[in-house]
């Protein structure tokens, strides 16, 4: 059974810094690249940073780049999220999945909420 699990989220304020945690089983997750997902308010989900499977490549969507590190660690079947200089625009609810075609499961996500 697939179970993607996500934590880490909470009120920060702009400026502030997070980081995102999601533990994963019911599959090799070595073996998948994984994204890190985001849907705000009365918008669509959106990749926002995937890795490769070994960790060594990665690509940040154009609105965070700059502010966030995708990491993981296969030994601990976690993939993270280190969000810094976080704005407001930045509230979401946050996922992770492996970015495979076809890979239908999602977590519940964890929601990031920028407070003035």
């Known amino acids: 059974q697939v179970q993607l699990v996500e934590s880490g989220g909470g009120l920060v304020q702009p400026g502030g810094s997070l980081r995102l945690s999601c533990a994963v089983s019911?599959?090799?997750?070595?073996?998948?690249?994984m994204g890190w997902y985001r849907q705000a308010p009365g918008k669509k989900r959106e990749l926002v940073a995937d890795?490769?499977?070994?960790?060594?490549?990665?690509s940040y969507g154009d609105s965070v780049k700059g502010r966030v590190t995708i990491s993981r660690d296969n030994a601990k079947n976690t993939v993270y999220l280190e969000m810094n200089s976080l704005k407001l625009e930045n509230t979401a609810v946050y996922y992770c999945k492996p970015t495979r075609r076809g890979f239908s499961s999602w977590g519940q996500g964890t929601q990031v909420t920028g407070s003035s």
């Open positions: 890795i490769s499977t070994a960790g060594d490549v990665r």
């Open positions: 019911g599959f090799t997750f070595s073996s998948y690249a």
